[in-house]
């Protein structure tokens, strides 16, 4: 714990002493960083692993904001192994067939009458099972993978409307 409090003071003045201001021939120059902390031997063995584990506590960091640090533990760890899995999964998702559609209508409450329906995308993975769209969708938001599945969604959905 005090060991804790130690590299979170370092982390603390290395964010602050590299967020001031400073002088690039004429101009001037601001620049910040996101800092993921370990400690040896508690977050890894070897500096592989340290250097692996630091780099999971950094991207932990930066999502957290500007001028953050972020300590590494198994559940970050695991966290970003499963967000790996389903970038890595993902970017073969379509080739593989894994991606579905679901149609859900919309309906007039008073009527009863269906008046449209919102389309839902689905993801089976030969590797991860079912994935919620809750933990795939911010996933492929991040990367340009959502551009694919946004094409490939309106292609479907357009095929479907065409044939009724």
Known sequence: MENDIALASIAENLIETLSRPFQLDDIEVTIGCSVGVVSYPRDGENLDQLMRHADAA???????????????DAELDQRNHRLMQIKHG?????????????????????????????????WNSEELGAVSPAEFIPVAEESDIIADLTSWMMLQACRIYCRN
Not at 63 to 72: D, Q
Not at 91 to 118: M, W
């Open 58 to 72: 950094m991207y932990h960091a930066k999502a957290l904001g500007r001028g953050c640090y972020a300590f590494f």
């Open 90 to 122: 993902l970017r073969h998702a379509l080739s593989r067939n894994e991606i579905s559609l679901v149609y859900q209508p919309e309906i007039h409450l008073e009527t009863r009458d269906v008046f449209g329906y919102e389309v839902l995308m689905r």
